[in-house]
DNA sequence: CCTCCACCGGAACGAGGGGCGC
DNA sequence: GCGCCCCTCGTTCCGGTGGAGG
């Protein structure tokens, strides 16, 4: 239909599978009555956040939940109805949200803060990326704060991957340090652990006073529903039956994880297209989910450093060449030595091995998992992948410094 | 029962890279 | 352009701990 005939026919106008693949990226927020069973859990952040609709501070508030649970779209689509809901009385209420994975350090993230809320024509400073020392950037992240809103929401997702909790206990306690005289902030903390407020340092747990929410996984009939919530991505009609409900299944075997769902019927529809296919079966969502799973790893990896990946590929190695799932650092040691060597690599301490171990835990990329209590001769760390070790072993050999690992057996 | 020692994890430190303020 | 700052990746040193083994 939309075929235009005086257009450059070396590309392609229509789309023969999607109407709007924009509706299954992750960023999307979709609007309040398309989001489905979390209204409690809505009204609970609304809330914590109530305050902030007369320019009062919120109340900070804790989220737990498994991935693709709906945590971190939740607080974005409340925080968007509470920055409305406020102009219409005048109040400026800004949000930030703020990726921990990506900015863990206490620098970064009140630069990336103030950078959110900055508005150089209304404050008149900026926010350099570099160059500036920590108590510089505290400095214009309270001039802008105080310059620019009323009140700013810090949305710190995957808080759990902060490495200094210093910044919390500043956030927290910016107002009453008159740090910032005419505004005020609330922080959200977004975390799929559970027990991470346990890890918090004492000074922070004191000082940061919070609510605590949970967001349990989604049940398959739930999935179905948001699934259906975003059919109008495709064209009418191409997707077949059972393609949402097997979705659902697929996506709902580990936990109910919706951000999977989403994926996979994603790239069931790319997968359809490419194969010139005028509707999505139940098979291109098989193939989808395994490209999916592999996606998902990938975007685990890629980051880290090429040592990292060789010692994950030494794990792979041992878990292939054996029917044990778990070895001891020293084993893993011992074959990484091997690895690193004919890769032409530094070879590090086992010290150091020891820490990128247990990064990649943290990464879920592994799960390791101490035999006894305390830090005794009986308490060997022994570590297993999580995924599949040929999905692990295709997705590392992609980095061209494991290239020369590629023929041996 | 006692001692050794293998192992984990905390701490201090440094090299090298990137970049801004003044 | 100098000096200062942050960040990442890495090393070395060391203390606590509790099972193995006499």
């Known amino acids: 239909m939309s075929a235009n005939d005086d257009r450059d026919p070396l590309f392609r106008y229509d789309d023969p599978i999607f109407a709007d693949e924009r509706l299954l990226e992750i960023t999307h927020l979709p609007g309040p009555d398309r989001i489905v069973g979390r209204d409690e859990q809505m009204q609970r952040v609304a809330d914590a956040l109530n305050p902030a609709i007369f320019g009062s501070e ?122 910032i005289s005419d505004s005020s902030i609330g922080i959200i903390g977004i975390s799929n652990k559970i027990d991470f407020p ?7 747990k004191s000082s940061l006073s919070r609510d605590e929410l949970v967001f349990s996984p989604y049940d398959a009939n739930q999935l179905v529903e948001i699934l259906e919530k975003r059919r109008d991505a495709f064209h009418d009609g191409v997707l077949s039956g059972d393609v949402i409900p097997l979705t659902a299944a697929l996506a709902a075997q580990e936990h109910g994880d919706a951000r999977k769902a989403i994926d996979i019927l994603r790239n069931a529809g790319r997968i359809a297209k490419k194969q010139n296919a005028d509707r999505v079966t139940a098979d291109h969502v098989r193939d989808a989910k395994e490209k999916t799973e592999a996606d998902r790893f990938n975007e685990l990896i890629e980051g880290s450093p090429q040592q990292a990946k060789a010692i994950l590929y030494s794990l792979t190695i041992l878990t292939e060449n054996s029917t044990e799932k778990e070895f001891p650092t020293k084993i893993i040691y011992n074959q990484y030595k091997e690895v690193a060597r004919r ?67």
């Open 58 to 179: 919120p109340n900070h508030l804790f989220i737990f939940g498994k991935t693709g649970t709906g945590k971190s779209l939740i607080s974005r689509s409340v925080a968007k109805r509470v920055i409305s809901e406020a102009k219409r009385d005048d109040v400026t209420v800004n949000y930030a949200f703020i990726d921990c994975g990506e900015q863990n350090t206490e620098a970064s993230i009140v630069k990336t803060i103030a950078q959110l809320v900055n508005d150089p024509e209304q404050s008149g400073i900026t926010v350099p990326d570099r160059g500036l020392g920590t108590g510089d950037y505290y400095k214009r992240l309270w001039q802008a704060v105080d310059r620019c809103t009323d009140v700013t929401i810090v949305i710190l997702d995957e808080i759990d991957m902060l490495e200094d909790d210093e910044v919390l206990r500043k956030l927290s306690r910016a107002g009453e340090n008159r740090r």
């Open 198 to 204: 346990d890890h918090l340092s004492e000074r922070v």
């Open 343 to 409: 890769l032409g690599f530094d070879v590090l301490s086992e010290r150091r091995v020891q820490e990128i171990l247990q990064e990649q835990n943290f990464l879920n990329v592994i799960q390791s998992e101490r035999e006894g209590r305390g830090r005794g001769r009986g308490a060997h760390a022994k570590h297993r992948l999580l995924e599949n070790p040929v999905i692990v072993k295709k997705v590392l050999l992609r980095d061209s410094r494991l290239a020369p690992l590629e023929d041996d057996s």
